[in-house]
């Protein structure tokens, strides 16, 4: 069959990905593609003989010959996945066409518990129905993986030498990260012909499933609990201080990042506890799988190894007398359940890392059961435990102040019902409780002797506006420091869950969860604007994890009117993040100021998200200022 029959007009491509759709062939699992291969095989037919690997791939992202049999495609097997509910093996042809927007390897799917009876450099011919495989199901916005299903395999030979790995260098992979999708496909790339030389996308997507291979590569994103990390191959890209790759704005996509697993199995080869600025040495090589947990992602046939540099945690300095040292802190579900070790490693942070804070606003504090799904609500026992931990550790004896929610409303893990939770230092500033403050019932401000107060101290803001349905409510304190009165307010955002993946194929990817981000903002700086509008000094800050960028529509929000600052923004560029989210490093945790506060010393103390050994994912947040 000429390759050139095999180079559909995006038009035609959009047919197909909507015939493949309503065939079930663009597969949410191995198992739904497993059956419906099967039900399309029989009816399909053979394609035309002589079929190679470049054909199937084609020049798009979804394969030409989606839904067809295809049979004694020949190649060199690169590697086997034989382990996990996506088992099977890649495979490439040693000959290809020449064509760089055409990839010559393809992965082929035996079964989520079919090991593959083949081996590196068996030279086979395979038989099956080509699909299009969706990691993390249609409804994700991932790219699809094209494959091979319901195989029949027949090794001609074996000890064959594998097929040439292309190098993914900085200078292969294109500055631009993807072309914008087409509108009439609903912002979808799929349909797009591959243009591997201008867009990194489309580069990594030319070389999907073939044999890839990369040289020493900075670690940018820790080992996870999955037995993966991210490095770059463009040291120069947006590099932080410490060894990151920093995500600056929506245009900032960092084309170098590249998630690295292996082959392996971790019983017979242990993955290494990698940190950021660490470095992969010598050559990784193995095929180029898309999974969706991250996109494109080398599997490596040998074992992965990762020079220490040492990367230390932070410490910021202690707060002056006259300075005021307030932080936020996400304890990621902390619950009485978790293990001692836990509560001290937090305890000695915030007394050693963090300097003992003045007021240390906390996220997702669990309830006394944890995510127990019982009806317990209280939490008094959680925050008891961490004071007693902090205490253990050299530091004061914190006192506290929080609001329990109602049952399951305020989103988190079910029966968790997390919240934020005020501790203090009463030896350096006491709290103003003005009673009445519930799950429900929202504070206000009023003028008292010529100064803004809260209706309710502990209060919560807003609680019954619907950008809080299901979302942790603001939780607003009162505080007075050397005579002065300091107004706090602790949030916890709605999260990211339902975007999608940078590597989505809609371009720009569906960042749905904005939208209700947007409306918490904006409740917030509705009730700072209240704050201000009865004294214009008022030493007002917002804390939290505000779950979004300090380029966001939500940080703007927070900032309407001149009402906040993101003290983040004082930071030098390279310093600014608090998250690592496949290997990038950026902005999810804040600390805003009202504009009275006027002058202050921030610092984002880096000793969580870098580190593969992590109490929480976030870096605590600190700002110091003399109200």
Do not use: C
């Not at 903002?521 to 300090?550: P, S, Y």
């Amino acid at each position: 069959m000429p390759s050139s029959t095999l180079v559909p007009r995006p038009a035609a491509v959009a047919a197909v990905v909507a015939s493949a759709l309503a065939a079930g062939l663009l597969a949410a699992s191995p198992a739904a593609t497993a059956a419906t291969t099967a039900t399309t095989a029989a009816a399909a037919g053979p394609a035309a003989a002589a079929v190679r690997i470049h054909d199937i791939q084609g020049t798009t992202r979804i394969s030409p010959l989606v839904g067809q049999q295809v049979a004694g495609v020949p190649g060199i097997v690169t590697g086997v996945r034989s382990y996990g509910s996506s088992r099977g093996f890649w495979f490439q042809d040693p000959e290809g066409d020449g064509r760089a927007a055409t990839s010559e390897g393809i992965f082929v799917f035996t079964g989520s518990g079919s090991t593959p009876a083949v081996k590196p450099g068996d030279s086979v011919l395979v038989s099956g129905t080509v699909s299009e495989f969706v990691p993390g199901g249609t409804s994700s916005g991932n790219q699809s993986l094209t494959q091979l299903s319901r195989p029949a395999v027949t090794v001609v030979s074996s000890g064959n030498p594998l097929p040439e790995a292309v190098t993914i260098t900085a200078w292969s992979v294109p500055a631009a990260y993807a072309p914008a999708g087409d509108p009439a496909a609903g912002g979808s790339i799929n349909g797009l012909a591959l243009d591997p030389r201008r867009w990194a996308l489309d580069y990594y997507e030319s070389l999907e499933s073939a044999n890839v291979r990369i040289g020493d590569s900075r670690v940018v994103g820790a080992t996870d609990p999955y037995a993966a990390l991210w490095v770059t191959v463009k040291p120069q890209e947006n590099p932080t201080p410490r060894g990151g790759t920093r995500y600056g704005s929506y245009t900032s996509q960092n084309t170098g990042r590249l998630q690295v697993q292996s082959l392996v199995p971790l019983a017979e080869q242990p993955f290494p506890k990698a940190n950021v600025g660490d470095v992969l040495t010598g050559t990784t090589e193995g095929p180029l799988d898309f999974n969706q947990f991250g996109g494109y992602t080398l599997v490596s046939r040998s074992a992965v190894t990762v020079a220490d540099r040492g990367l230390t945690r932070e410490s910021t300095r202690p707060q002056r007398r006259n300075e005021l040292s307030v932080a936020t802190y996400n304890v990621e579900n902390l619950d009485p359940s978790d293990p001692q070790e836990k509560f001290d490693a937090l305890g000695r942070a915030v007394v050693g890392n963090l300097a003992s804070p003045d007021i240390l606003a906390l996220e997702e504090i669990q309830d006394n059961t944890g995510a127990t799904n019982n009806g317990v609500v209280a939490a008094d026992q959680t925050v008891a435990k961490f004071v007693a931990a902090i205490r253990a550790a050299g530091g004061p004896a914190y006192d506290w102040r929080s609001i329990d929610p109602e049952n399951n409303k305020d989103g988190g893990q079910p029966g968790g019902n997390i919240r934020q939770v005020f501790l203090f230092n009463p030896e350096r500033v006491s709290f103003t409780d003005r009673p009445g403050g519930d799950a429900t019932t929202a504070t206000g401000v009023v003028r008292e002797r010529g100064k803004a107060a809260l209706t309710l101290s502990p209060g919560r803001v807003s609680p019954g506006h619907e950008a809080w349905t299901d979302s942790r409510k603001p939780l607003a304190g009162e505080f007075t420091f050397r005579g002065k009165r300091v107004f706090v307010i602790a949030n916890h955002f709605g999260s990211k869950g339902g975007d999608e993946a940078l590597t989505s194929h809609r371009q720009p990817p569906n960042r749905s969860s904005e939208v209700r981000r947007l409306q918490q903002a904006q409740t917030v700086n509705a009730f700072v604007k209240e704050i201000l509008a009865v004294d214009r000094k008022a030493d007002v800050l917002v804390v939290g994890d505000i779950n979004d960028f300090e380029f966001s529509a939500a940080t703007e929000a927070l900032t309407d009117g001149g009402a906040l600052y993101p003290a983040v923004k004082s930071l030098p560029r390279g310093d600014r993040y608090s998250y690592v989210f496949q290997g990038n490093s950026q902005v999810l945790d804040q600390i805003l100021t009202s504009p009275g506060i006027d002058d202050f010393e921030y610092d984002s103390v880096h000793l969580n998200a870098e580190f593969n050994d992590q109490n929480s994912d976030h870096d605590p947040q600190v700002l110091r200022f003399r109200p």
